[in-house]
């Protein structure tokens, strides 16, 4: 593109989001169609929630102290004068659903999953946008850690379809609200310690949510959360039976993982379970998923007690490593000459799609030769010529452009030879 035919930079697309093009776009088709096909064979199905929520939402969902709700939100008022955020993750917003229509009283499994964008205001680095995309599973109403591993062996199946090879698995239980109160405490009297080595969000971390502060990625605060007292000392019997299960299990579905004990990840509503998958290949931002069990959260917003347990894996960064090579598309250029074999080629080119030939049409004065030129440009498959000769026969000619062959055939017989039959 020349300089001049660029957008104005303020009708550029804006910074931290991406246009996907034809010609990527197939392999994210691919990546859907994977997901779709993997979930529903455990049982999952779809659930679509809007953009769009009341920004208590994700207050309330993500928590008050997390980074994403503390810096990263787009909020904005309405013109009823409403404060509504664009998503920054999904889980909140199948919890509503749930609520909203009571999804508990339906006899399916409460099993989701969705796949769309979600929003972050952070700083776009390599891995890193301000629109991303996601794929979103999440499970109701199960509390045995059977399922706890079998959300991280489906992960894992996933990755393995979608040729992701060198990933790790790490796990970590942070307990729950039981437990975690005695932890917190040892940690924000630890931070206090350490205080002045902290950044100052971090000192701030310190006093309202001091788990925060192993998200932080600054080297400094790294160091000293590195000192700090681990969860596994202060887990009550109930989340170190429940983790040793999760472990178990793993071992049965013969996963391969770490226990990390500092994955607290970013986000204030999870209890026990956490997990990631990390890659080899991505530099700084290596998550390719995460997630965990979220066992108050429906009660805390108001509807049943019902605990839940999900993932979040991010598009981008999987199809950054991802070995997927969709398929080829086999599409049929159609070229005729004049008026009445353009018509008869459009009647042929109707008949072809609906019986699954991709037809490519263009409305353009054309000669034989700038036809066969341009087929060769979209790199079609077959060429199907209709003069006038063709059409007083009622045979066409079809060019097949990778071989040269050519034969002619009623539009039946052309068909059959299209479809390989
Ligand atoms: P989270 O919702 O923060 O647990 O993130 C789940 C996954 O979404 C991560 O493991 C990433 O793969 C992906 N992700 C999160 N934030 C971003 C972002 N700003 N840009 C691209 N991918 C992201």
């Given at each position: 593109m020349t300089e001049d035919a660029s957008p104005k930079k303020e009708l550029a697309?804006?910074?931290?989001t991406k246009d996907i093009l034809p010609g990527e776009v197939e392999k994210w088709q691919a990546l859907e169609g994977l997901a779709r096909e993997t979930f529903e064979l455990y049982g999952y199905r779809e659930l679509r929630a809007p953009?769009?929520?009341?920004t208590e939402l994700f207050e309330k969902g993500t928590g008050e102290t997390s980074d994403i709700v503390t810096k990263e939100m787009y909020t904005f008022t309405d013109k009823g004068g409403r404060s509504l955020t664009l998503?920054?993750?999904?889980t909140p917003s199948v919890v509503r659903a749930i609520i909203e229509h009571r999804l508990?009283?339906?006899?399916?499994?409460?099993r989701y999953y969705y796949m769309g964008p979600m929003f972050r205001y952070d700083k776009p680095q390599k891995g890193r946008y301000r629109q991303f995309h996601q794929v979103d599973i999440e499970v109701f109403g199960e509390k045995d850690a059977a399922v706890d591993a079998e959300v991280i062996e489906m992960a894992d199946t996933l990755l393995r379809k979608l040729g992701v090879e060198e990933r790790e698995t790490l796990v970590n239980s942070v307990g729950c609200r039981a437990c975690r109160p005695a932890y917190s405490q040892a940690l924000r009297a630890e931070a206090q310690k350490r205080k002045n080595d902290l950044c100052p969000d971090c000192q701030r971390k310190a006093e309202t949510?001091?788990?925060?502060?192993?998200?932080?990625?600054v080297e400094s605060c790294q160091t000293v959360a590195r000192s700090f007292p681990l969860i596994q000392d202060f887990l009550c019997g109930e989340c170190i039976s429940h983790f040793n299960k999760l472990l178990l299990f793993l071992n049965q579905y013969r996963i391969i993982y770490r226990v990390e004990p500092?994955?607290?990840?970013?986000?204030?509503?999870?209890?026990?379970t956490t997990f990631e998958i990390v890659s080899g290949?991505?530099?700084?931002?290596?998550?390719l998923l995460g997630g965990g069990r979220y066992d108050d959260m429906m009660k805390e917003f108001g509807g049943p007690d019902i605990c839940g347990i999900g993932f979040a894996m991010g598009m981008e960064r999987v199809l950054a490593v991802a070995e997927l090579a969709p398929a080829k598309r086999k599409s049929l250029y159609l070229a005729y000459l004049g008026e009445e074999a353009k018509k008869a080629g459009l009647e042929l080119a109707r008949f072809l799609r609906a019986n699954g030939v991709e037809c490519l049409v263009e409305f353009k004065d054309r000669g034989m030769k700038a036809h066969f030129g341009r087929a060769n440009k979209l790199e079609a498959a077959w060429v199907l010529i209709v003069g006038e000769d063709e059409m007083k026969k009622g045979r066409f000619g079809l060019k097949e452009m990778a071989t040269g062959r050519q034969v002619d055939g009623t539009r039946d017989e052309l068909l059959t030879i299209l479809r390989g039959e």
């Open positions: 697309a804006i910074k931290g953009l769009l929520e009341a998503r920054p993750e999904y508990d009283l339906q006899p399916e499994p409460m949510n001091p788990l925060r502060i192993f998200d932080c990625k500092r994955l607290v990840r970013g986000i204030d509503y999870y209890t026990k290949h991505l530099g700084a931002q290596n998550a």
